[in-house]
């Protein structure tokens, strides 16, 4: 190979690298204005009155305590119901389907799934879980059609992190006698964990944070006590949120409680994906391949 044809080669792969640099540079500080922005305008909002108490004065003075927990609630009701079916859908088709055109087909159709606008899964939960089971508009409607909403995250990630579990440990746990689930449940499952707590933490971002399918299936525009079952209406942050933007009487008057709640919001979701991420990182130092 010439020297001019190597210094191309080396001019094109050092232009294709600054690209990547400046788009992550883009990205990094698109991102990083938009939190700025929003803790400049919402700093202001934050105090213990605002995060315990529940809203006053048609919404324009109070707190968002109602809306917290609600959104609590929504996004562990969500995780409850994706993260067991999300995971046993992964084990039988990483696990025990065979693979052919059927098997590519329920692949096309999960990713397909996890394109689908969070709208249509706020009609088809409302058309089911309100209607059909006559769940009413409740925490148990909400968590089940976020459940919906962030399963095919989920099965996505736990199938490719059960792929990434050598084949070796299989057939070492096959050739010491156990079963196929034994070997699944006691060598596969414990190696694939951590990854499947990253589609775990993928749900959790999106169920707190949708607003649509909450609007159809739990969200209330306002209430000051606490559910006391799963069936009982729920304020939520994201709906929050929008009704002080959009529906309330005193929009202009409530603009600083609007970008105060969305600091809690992205707050929560970033505490919540904390957690996570470090009980990943602690099972991943325990992985020995």
């Known amino acids: 190979m010439s020297s001019t044809s190597l210094?191309?080669?080396?001019l094109r792969q050092n232009l294709v690298f600054t690209l990547f640099?400046?788009?992550m540079l883009i990205v990094l500080g698109t991102l990083g204005g938009i939190l700025l922005y929003v803790l400049i305008h919402g700093a202001g909002a934050l105090s213990w009155e605002f995060l315990t108490e529940p809203p006053k004065?048609?919404?324009t003075e109070g707190g968002i305590f109602p809306a917290i927990m609600g959104t609590l609630y929504l996004t562990m009701g969500a995780i409850l119901v994706a993260l067991p079916l999300g995971v046993a859908a992964a084990i039988y088709l990483s696990e025990y389907a065979t693979e052919g055109k059927a098997l590519k087909i329920v692949r096309l159709g999960i990713q397909n799934l996890a394109g689908?606008?969070?709208v249509v899964f706020g009609l088809f939960g409302l058309a089911l879980f309100v209607g059909y089971f006559q769940l009413g508009i409740s925490i148990a409607a909400g968590s089940l059609t976020l459940g919906l909403l962030i399963l095919p995250t989920i099965i996505g990630a736990s199938e490719e992190a059960l792929r990434q579990v050598p084949g070796t440990f299989r057939e070492a746990s096959l050739g010491l006698g156990a079963t196929r689930w034994q070997t699944i449940r006691k060598v596969v499952l414990p190696a694939a964990l951590p990854g499947i707590l990253t589609g775990s933490i993928l749900g959790i971002g999106r169920a707190a944070g949708e607003t649509a399918p909450i609007m159809f299936t739990a969200a209330t525009f306002y209430t000051i006590g606490l559910p006391r079952s799963p069936l009982d209406e729920v304020m939520a942050l994201p709906y929050h949120i929008y009704v002080l933007?959009?529906?309330?009487?005193?929009?202009e008057?409530?603009?600083?409680l609007q970008y105060g709640t969305v600091l809690v919001l992205i707050t929560l979701?970033?505490?919540l994906s904390l957690v996570a991420i470090i009980i990943r990182t602690k099972m991943r130092k325990t992985k020995k391949w």
Do not use: E, Y
Not at 253 to 256: D, F, L, N, V
């Open 116 to 118: 689908v606008p969070s």
């Open 7 to 10: 210094g191309m080669r080396r």
């Open 21 to 23: 640099r400046l788009t």
């Open 245 to 251: 933007a959009t529906a309330g009487t005193h929009i």
């Open 57 to 59: 004065n048609s919404m």
């Open 269 to 271: 979701v970033l505490g």
């Open 253 to 256: 008057a409530t603009r600083p």
